[in-house]
């Protein structure tokens, strides 16, 4: 059973939000959606709709920064219930691909991050053993992720009790891919030494004792990994194939022959077409996996095989993790306007990439199998779905039963005032309030629609003796916090730039946004795009937002609309329960001084000598590492985009 611990009670208008989503979930609804405004505790009423319905729930978030921080978060509601984390396992990951205008072929390359590894198998043990279980994704849940009937065949229970050979033990591990190492122990290891067995799982840091007495397991232990101290007895243990990647001994000389009367096909088709090149590629480059496949069982790019091994028909979709889940389990898409897009477009550009491959002889066909899955298929598998955005999409909201609002923030802060004004004389205007803005000590956010106006705005503003910062794509990350953090600290009065919609901008010290050709229909001046920017605005109870435009387009008016109406809900909310609403309190990190080893500050790089740039090179992969390690994930992007300059200059 789901326990949700927490200190707080449901507030505002989180209690009909809970209860709505929870009846209509109960009640059999296939989609709707939580619009909830930013600092409105959305992943609050997340964890309570879960401790309400008792079910299995994947969560999904578009990238991993985010997931990190729903992790976190809901490991913290659920202390007591197995919370996991799923995301690409790479660190480094360059697909296999060709470049025909180069005649230019990239072989594939990662880095795999083995944190991250044995959390995705953890994920798999606690979806297989338990039903209290809330996953964590990004998009990565709709790749393949192992055949789940040939997992759950070859899973290995041993209890108390049970007469078990334990050499037949020692040859059912070396089957699950499990390595025998005698001298130390380590993930998706084992080792023997008399009759005690020593395994190490793939999801698990920690050591599973076996004890023999006459072939009987007497008993099980579950021993620290640094210490070795005992740190619980147990009745029985589940020992999960080493990799998810399993191949069933009936379908393994199958496959085999599937992929030679595939290559046979293929071969005879590019010679009736007279692409002798391409003929004698594919020929070369199976057999030589083939080959590698009949004596480790493994090769690289095995996954381009999959469906032969899984016995899949071609076309039919890969296993993924959703199938893990059983029939009955709950999707979350968290920031759904930006999730839904970035899961319907995985196929095409997965597919686009290889079907070069197939045709210059580089891949079999059947490589197209091993897939994300269509939209449409990860329609079908999420039966019941809640979208959480402040701002869902038209496909979210015609495809949802209801709209359940949560507009409320226990700050008791409004949505910011928006106020329209004309594009003449709009530089003076905007002089007047940054003056304004400097003389209360606040911030402001200016928001352009190109680099041209971005750049001569910043300039002139600099000559009339505004401290402002241009913030555009080139600035590398570390640079960009820096640039966050003098703005918060008052080195700056204001930012301006063209996207300012990307994450560290959450500044409770902005308490004004101007956003310039706020008629100019497209994109970034979208009702979504628009909405995201007024809420950069909402941390702030001064919180105001000054449109420069000459006429009010669709998008302005959808967006003014909406919070206007936020903020009038927001007010009486107030007025009835006597708050009073504060600006957020955030405290301002220090900088990160890269270099300090070295020099007193970290302003040249360049001056660095080629044993001190090696040496912070080292110590940089390393804080990227551990960053990632603790699920920090916005400084780990920052320490590898900091990683790929120092290379650079090296």
Do not use: W
């Not at 809330?134 to 049970?162: D, M, Q």
């Amino acid at each position: 059973m789901f326990k949700l611990v927490s200190d707080f009670s449901p507030k505002g208008d989180q209690p009909v939000a809970i209860e709505k989503l929870t009846t209509n979930i109960k009640n059999g609804v296939s989609a709707q959606t939580l619009l909830g405004a930013t600092g409105t505790g959305k992943t609050f009423t997340i964890a309570n709709v879960i401790n309400n319905i008792q079910k299995k729930t994947l969560v999904i978030a578009h990238n991993k920064t985010l997931a990190g921080q729903l992790y976190s978060e809901l490991k913290g509601f659920f202390p007591e219930n197995r919370v996991e984390y799923f995301i690409s396992y790479y660190d480094y990951f360059q697909p296999e691909s060709y470049v025909p205008k180069k005649d230019l072929f990239i072989e594939k390359a990662s880095t795999l991050n083995e944190e991250i590894d044995m959390m995705r198998n953890a994920t798999v043990a606690s979806l297989a053993e338990r039903e209290d279980v809330i996953v964590v994704a990004s998009v990565s849940c709709i790749y393949g992720a192992g055949n789940i009937h040939a997992l759950k065949g070859k899973t290995k229970k041993i209890a108390v009790g049970e007469f078990v050979s334990i050499d037949m033990l020692i040859s059912s591990l070396i089957d699950i891919h499990y390595q025998r190492n005698d001298f130390e122990v380590a993930r998706g290891s084992f080792k023997v030494k008399g009759d005690i067995l020593d395994i190490c799982m793939t999801y698990d840091n920690n050591i599973v004792r076996i004890i023999f007495e006459d072939d009987c397991v007497r008993k099980i232990r579950v021993l620290d990994g640094t210490t070795k101290d005992i740190v619980n007895e147990l009745e029985y243990v589940s020992i999960f194939p080493a990799s998810l990647f399993i191949i069933e001994e009936e379908h393994f000389d199958k496959a085999l022959r599937d992929i030679e009367e595939e290559l046979e096909i293929v071969s005879k088709d590019f010679e009736r077409q007279g692409k002798i090149l391409e003929q004698a590629r594919i020929v070369q480059r199976t057999n030589f996996d083939l080959e590698n496949i009949r004596e480790f069982k493994a090769c690289l790019g095995i996954e381009n095989y999959s469906r032969h091994f899984e016995g899949r028909s071609p076309g039919t979709p890969p296993y993924t993790l959703m199938d893990f889940f059983g029939d009955d389990f709950l999707v979350v898409v968290d920031e759904s306007h930006m999730s839904i897009p970035q899961i319907r477009g995985m196929y095409a550009g997965d597919r686009s990439r290889k079907l070069n491959l197939v045709e210059y002889g580089f891949r079999l066909p059947s490589a197209l199998d091993n897939r994300p899955l269509y939209f449409e298929e990860f329609e079908e598998r999420a039966k019941q779905v809640i979208y959480v955005s402040a701002t869902p999409s038209l496909y979210e909201k015609n495809r949802s039963y209801e709209i359940v609002d949560q507009i409320i923030r226990p700050t008791g802060l409004l949505d910011p005032t928006v106020e329209i004004k004309k594009t003449e004389g709009q530089i003076l205007d905007i002089i007047y309030n940054l003056n304004k803005q400097v003389r209360n000590n606040e911030r402001t956010l200016i928001v352009t629609l190109t680099v041209k106006m971005a750049e001569g705005l910043s300039k002139y503003l600099t000559e009339e003796g505004i401290k402002v910062a241009y913030l555009h794509h080139e600035i590398k990350s570390i640079e960009r916090l820096d640039i966050i953090r003098d703005l918060r600290s008052g080195k700056y009065d204001c930012i301006v730039g063209i996207n300012l919609l990307k994450e560290g901008l959450d500044i409770p010290e902005v308490s004004l946004i101007l956003i310039l050709d706020a008629d100019k229909e497209g994109f970034l001046r979208s009702e979504t795009a628009l909405i995201q920017l007024m809420g950069r605005a909402a941390r702030n109870v001064n919180g105001r937002i000054i449109m420069y435009a000459d006429k009010k387009t669709i998008a302005m008016e959808k967006a003014i609309e909406e919070t206007n109406r936020r903020r009038k809900i927001q007010e009486e909310y107030n007025k009835v329960n006597n708050i009073i609403p504060s600006t957020i309190f955030k405290h301002i990190t220090d900088r990160i001084n890269i270099i300090k080893e070295f020099k007193e500050d970290d302003s040249s790089i360049d001056q660095l000598t080629p044993l001190q740039l090696k040496k912070l090179i080292i110590n940089t992969e390393k804080e990227m590492k551990q960053a990632a390690k603790d699920l920090d994930f916005e400084k780990a992007v920052v320490l590898r985009d900091l990683l790929y300059e120092l290379r650079g200059n090296k």
